[in-house]
């Protein structure tokens, strides 16, 4: 027999009743811990085994599940494109030339009568891909965002590929949105009259592709009066402002300057919250009333920010308010750091 024992000292070759009589007092003894709780028994191993299991099954159906929920936003996002092409083909409504092909049905013109800033074509292309209503999905749900939850939006005309993506992924999650819209864009973003976001959104509603997440209109741009646009321009802002809301029917917002503007934007969501809490405020583009007049937003990164106050209040737009009160935020403006 081979020695399965070396000793400290010099070399031992057991007795095989030795070694047989100790096995037989250490099973006895492993069996008697097992019955005073010592050590698991049998059933206990098995249990234990089974948790750990179920455990991992858990986790692959939450996986699963999330990873559907991500699908369903994203196959949303696509339907509602493809309706917001077929509905500028029918309607003659084009991006200008050098805009290209756009297979979104998002993209705008260069240059409008209701273009508030100059934007980037590139920025708006890839905020246009329905990828992104997965991606905020799971972003979202990483945050703790879930069924239930209520999220603030501040959505201007500038990237309506990004306000259309989160619509979807808060839809997808079971989460509420409310938003106030603006009519005016950037360069490239939603821009031309019939194609405005909150006209959009209407199309989707009406349409039954999306639920409606606005609760109010403005004209956007500066002080939320489109101040920022020529006189042709904004008057033809207040026109689509107006008519769009009653189409939603919700309330268009008439603010006498910027401070106004802030404040009628913390009214409306006030209201529309109905005293639930706000798990998240989302900015999407460089609204004025939403982003505020301070320099600190531009040390701001886009993404989630901690609820935290910054500017000075006279600047303050709804951003640093609902942060100063403690409402956690997504800045959707960066698009090509985002992406």
């Given at each position: 027999?081979?020695?399965?024992?070396?000793?400290?000292?010099?070399?031992?070759?057991?007795?095989?009743?030795?070694?047989?009589?100790?096995?037989?007092?250490?099973?006895?003894?492993?069996?008697?811990?097992?019955?005073?709780?010592?050590?698991?028994?049998?059933?206990?191993?098995?249990?234990?085994?089974?948790?750990?299991?179920?455990?991992?099954?858990?986790?692959?159906?939450?996986?699963?599940?999330?990873?559907?929920?991500?699908?369903?936003?994203?196959?949303?996002?696509?339907?509602?494109e493809r309706f917001l092409r077929a509905a500028r083909d029918r309607s003659g409504v084009r991006a200008d030339a050098e805009a290209g092909h756009d297979p979104s049905g998002l993209?705008?013109?260069?240059?409008?009568?209701?273009?508030?800033?100059?934007?980037?074509?590139?920025?708006?292309?890839?905020?246009?891909?329905?990828?992104?209503?997965?991606?905020?999905?799971?972003?979202?749900?990483?945050?703790?965002?879930?069924?239930?939850?209520?999220?603030?939006?501040?959505?201007?005309?500038?990237?309506?590929?990004?306000?259309?993506?989160?619509?979807?992924?808060?839809?997808?999650?079971?989460?509420?949105?409310?938003?106030?819209?603006?009519?005016?864009?950037?360069?490239?973003?939603?821009?031309?009259?019939?194609?405005?976001?909150?006209?959009?959104?209407?199309?989707?509603?009406?349409?039954?592709?999306?639920?409606?997440?606005?609760?109010?209109?403005?004209?956007?741009?500066?002080?939320?009066?489109?101040?920022?646009?020529?006189?042709?321009?904004?008057?033809?802002?207040?026109?689509?402002?107006?008519?769009?809301a009653r189409r939603l029917g919700v309330p268009a917002l008439h603010p006498r300057d910027f401070h106004?503007?802030?404040?009628?934007?913390?009214?409306?969501?006030?209201?529309?919250?109905?005293?639930?809490?706000?798990?998240?405020?989302?900015?999407?583009?460089?609204?004025?009333?939403?982003?505020?007049?301070?320099?600190?937003?531009?040390?701001?990164?886009?993404?989630?920010?901690?609820?935290?106050?910054?500017?000075?209040?006279?600047?303050?737009?709804?951003?640093?308010?609902?942060?100063?009160?403690?409402?956690?935020?997504?800045?959707?403006?960066?698009?090509?750091?985002?992406?």
């Amino acid at each position: 027999m081979r020695s399965c024992f070396r000793p400290h000292f010099g070399r031992w070759s057991p007795d095989r009743r030795i070694v047989a009589g100790a096995g037989w007092t250490v099973l006895a003894a492993a069996l008697a811990a097992g019955s005073l709780g010592m050590w698991p028994d049998g059933a206990a191993r098995a249990r234990s085994l089974e948790a750990r299991k179920g455990a991992r099954h858990l986790s692959a159906i939450a996986g699963s599940r999330m990873a559907s929920r991500a699908e369903a936003a994203e196959q949303t996002m696509r339907a509602a494109e493809r309706f917001l092409r077929a509905a500028r083909d029918r309607s003659g409504v084009r991006a200008d030339a050098e805009a290209g092909h756009d297979p979104s049905g998002l993209i705008g013109g260069e240059l409008t009568p209701l273009v508030t800033t100059l934007g980037s074509l590139e920025a708006k292309r890839i905020s246009a891909n329905p990828a992104w209503a997965r991606e905020l999905t799971f972003r979202l749900a990483g945050e703790g965002i879930g069924r239930g939850d209520l999220v603030a939006g501040g959505f201007s005309g500038s990237f309506p590929g990004l306000n259309l993506a989160l619509i979807c992924a808060c839809r997808a999650l079971g989460a509420d949105v409310i938003a106030v819209s603006s009519v005016t864009a950037s360069t490239w973003g939603a821009n031309q009259p019939g194609f405005t976001w909150p006209e959009m959104e209407a199309s989707l509603v009406e349409a039954g592709l999306i639920g409606r997440a606005s609760v109010a209109v403005t004209a956007g741009g500066d002080a939320d009066l489109a101040l920022d646009l020529e006189p042709e321009g904004r008057a033809a802002a207040y026109v689509i402002r107006d008519a769009v809301a009653r189409r939603l029917g919700v309330p268009a917002l008439h603010p006498r300057d910027f401070h106004d503007a802030v404040r009628q934007r913390m009214a409306v969501y006030s209201r529309a919250a109905r005293g639930r809490p706000l798990a998240l405020y989302v900015n999407v583009g460089g609204a004025d009333a939403s982003l505020g007049r301070s320099s600190a937003v531009l040390r701001l990164r886009s993404g989630f920010v901690p609820a935290a106050a910054f500017g000075k209040p006279d600047d303050q737009g709804v951003a640093a308010r609902l942060a100063g009160q403690g409402v956690r935020l997504l800045l959707l403006l960066n698009v090509r750091d985002l992406a």
